[in-house]
Each structure stands twice: as structure tokens, then as C-alpha cells.
């Protein structure tokens, strides 16, 4: 007895017959290489057309999906200390002080993630418009809004003839 390959061959089988035991299941073959009935008016199914028909995988759709999805990790979310905190604020008021230049600036932002707990940190770069006191974010050029809290670094690209002061540091 083999699986066509086109329905993932013996290894497949293989595999779903363990995770399936694994699982307190057992596999039971469908009837496709059962002796049965063939019609002496009709043209017998092709194999492929019998094995769709009774595919015991077919209720497995999406299963590489959902183990992929529960093996992708996240990251919590940090919060800063006073220090880093600190180094922040006073990033924010260098950035207000020049916000008619349109400063460009990256920022390392934390994400959620849509799906599971935690998210990633994430680096997003544009020019500084402003900052939103109702809202709590910075807003940049492009009209982004990104919330104070979720930022954990500001970096200031600066001309070599300007360096960033020494209180940010």
C-alpha cells in the first residue's frame, strides 16, 4: 500500500498516522483500494477523482497553518526605566524645538502582534511633524501616529556639524 505522492506520499501518512496516535486517535484507511463495484455503463473514477472523494485529510486543512502559527514566538512589551525614560523626554523636546526643520528620525517601536499575546519591536523611520499631547504620539510627515508609549528608542541621524547634546546620553 501506497499514498500517491500528489496527496503528499507514504511519509505523509506516516507522519499523520503518529501525530494522530499521539493524539489518543487512531487512522482508519478509507475504502479506495477495497475491492468494490465497477460500472459496466459508466467509466470508472480515475484514482486521484476516488482519493479526493475520500480523503481522510481533507479535515486537516489548514494544519501546517496552525502549528506554524502556535511555533512563531513574541516578544513582551518593556517598559522603560527612569533613565531610558529620561534620554526619551529629552530626545521629544529636541524634536519639538526643531520641528520647523522636519527632523528625520528612526524610532524602535513596539508592535502587537494581531494574533497571540506580545508583539515585536520594530524599527520605523520618517521626519518629525510634531507631537500630539492629546493623543500621546509623535506624529511624522506622512501623517503616522505613533503612540509614545509603545516607542523604546529615538535616534537622530544629526550633521556631523551638529552632535547630539551631551544630555541625551
Known amino acids: 500500500f501506497h ?3 500528489h496527496f503528499g506520499g507514504d511519509q505523509a501518512l506516516a ?3 503518529k501525530a ?5 486517535m487512531k487512522l482508519i484507511l478509507d475504502i479506495i483500494h477495497l475491492p468494490h463495484h465497477v ?9 486521484a477523482n476516488r482519493a479526493a472523494q475520500f480523503s481522510p485529510l481533507a479535515a486537516l486543512t489548514g494544519y501546517e497553518d496552525a502549528i506554524e502559527e502556535t511555533a512563531r514566538l513574541t516578544e513582551a512589551w518593556v517598559p522603560l526605566d527612569e533613565t531610558e525614560q ?6 521629544l523636546g529636541w524634536l519639538q524645538e526643531h520641528a520647523a526643520q522636519r527632523p528625520e528620525l528612526t524610532l524602535i517601536v513596539f508592535q502587537e502582534d494581531p494574533r497571540k499575546p506580545g508583539g515585536a519591536y520594530v524599527e520605523t523611520a520618517g521626519q518629525f511633524r510634531q507631537l500630539d499631547p ?5 506624529i511624522l510627515t506622512d501623517w503616522r501616529s505613533i503612540p509614545l508609549a509603545y516607542i523604546r528608542e529615538i535616534r537622530l541621524p544629526l550633521p556631523e556639524t551638529e552632535k547630539e547634546p551631551d544630555s541625551f546620553m
Open 20 to 24: 494522530l496516535h499521539e493524539n489518543g
Open 3 to 5: 499514498v500517491d505522492p
Open 134 to 138: 492629546v493623543n500621546n504620539a509623535i
Open 39 to 47: 460500472s459496466a455503463r459508466h467509466t470508472p473514477m480515475s484514482r
Open 86 to 91: 529620561a534620554v526619551l523626554d529629552r530626545k
Open 15 to 17: 507522519e499523520l498516522s
